[in-house]
């Protein structure tokens, strides 16, 4: 993790690396984050000032908080933008993007002289950050959006799966539910599988078997068997 | 030679006998190996140098599920994923069941997926 600039507290130093800094002043309260589930990731960011619209955007794992003697913390996190589209987004303080792939770096000096709280809007390019289909992005767990991030050839594969499986749950008249998460073996250090969870409602578990063949048989038939073994489809009663 | 889906036949006269929460988990945990164990042995007949190989016991359970994709069988690789979930469910997590209907629909399925596994390894 990027450990937090000493700075004067009239500019807020802005990193683009692969972590978020948004550094805090000492007339703010000050907010302990211990952990990744600390941060709600559909939801509202932590720090309170600062509101992320529920289902646009997600930020997963690599949380910490780093206390200075000048009262700075360090936010490291990972935001995802799920749209294609370029957002505007509103921050206070500061905030913005980067990803772990592109790693674009540059630093941003603002003066701070509105006050801690003081509000911008910041147009993000579409073309700087990873970039995950909302639909995916809205069901994926963040497991299963670290596991994305790590291996973004999966995304466009995991997003035919998932779109293939609801064409499935249409044909066949079903009441489903879908989540995208992670498996990994619990006895073993191995790279686990992303994988398509389906809860089907007001089916009996013998049909919900033969459902499960249908949809595997309904996947894309050219998913070559290297992603087959990292893309799973498991199909349970809701 | 142990037969694997003895186990499955344990676990379904050991829930019949009791319906507690410890009899339920060790009966998802033994029909998961009657169909990983059943599943090993299939594809030890196509791949027996590389099971042999395989340094880490658990790193077993993806080989075999990898080796039924390379052989067009994703839909039993699928479904044993499905079963070791509720196995793992089953020997790691220590929160209750939330209700004593959840625990038996949960061993239910588990036998019956376990039945529909070793069904479907049948033509592997």
């Known amino acids: 993790m990027s450990k937090v600039p000493k700075m004067p507290q009239e500019t807020l130093v802005m990193e683009y690396a692969d972590t978020y800094q948004s550094p805090l002043h000492s007339n703010n309260e000050m907010v302990t984050i211990d952990s990744p589930s600390s941060l709600d990731y559909t939801g509202n960011f932590v720090f309170g000032e600062f509101t992320l619209p529920r289902k646009h955007w997600f930020m997963s794992s690599k949380t910490s908080l780093q206390i200075e003697p000048t009262f700075s913390a360090t936010l ?30 540059r630093t941003v000096r603002h003066p701070s002289g509105l006050g801690p709280f003081f509000e911008m809007q910041e147009t993000i390019s579409p073309s700087a950050s990873i970039q995950i289909p909302h639909q995916l992005a809205e069901i994926a767990d963040e ?3 670290n596991m994305l991030l790590s291996e973004a050839d999966l995304i466009s ?14 044909n066949l008249g079903l009441s489903a539910e879908c989540s995208l998460t992670s498996y990994v073996e619990p006895e073993s250090e191995e790279v686990g599988n992303l994988l398509l969870g389906v809860k089907i ?38 | 030679m142990f037969n694997p889906e003895d186990f499955l036949l344990f676990a379904k006269n050991l829930i019949g006998q009791a319906s507690d929460e410890k009899t339920a988990r060790t009966c998802i ?11 090993r042995e299939k594809i030890r007949r196509y791949f027996p140098t590389e099971l042999q190989k395989l ?30 979930r509720k196995r793992n469910r089953a020997d790691y997590n220590l929160a209750n069941y939330q209700s004593l ?12 997926l376990c039945e529909n596994i070793i069904f479907l390894l049948k033509s592997v």
């Not at chain 2, 340094?55 to 070791?84: M, P, Y």
């Open chain 1, 76 to 105: 490291s996190a990972y935001l995802i933008k799920p749209s294609l589209r370029p957002h505007t987004f509103n921050v206070s303080n500061f905030w913005s993007e980067a990803t772990r792939i592109e790693r674009p770096l």
């Open chain 1, 143 to 145: 497991s299963a959006l």
């Open chain 1, 157 to 170: 594969h995991a997003t035919r799966l998932y779109e293939s499986a609801l064409r499935e749950f249409s």
């Open chain 1, 201 to 238: 409602h007001g089916k009996p578990y013998a049909e919900i078997l033969q459902i499960w063949d249908k949809l595997s048989m309904s996947l894309p038939s050219d998913l070559p068997a290297e992603i087959q073994k990292k893309l799973s489809i498991v199909v349970d009663e809701a």
């Open chain 2, 29 to 39: 945990g033994r029909t998961y190996y009657a169909a990983h164990l059943t599943a």
């Open chain 2, 55 to 84: 340094e880490k016991k658990g790193d077993e359970h993806k080989f075999v599920r990898d080796r039924l994709i390379d052989r067009n069988h994703a839909d039993i690789s699928n479904k044993l994923i499905g079963l070791a």
């Open chain 2, 101 to 112: 209907a959840e625990q038996q629909k949960e061993v239910t399925n588990a036998i019956q």
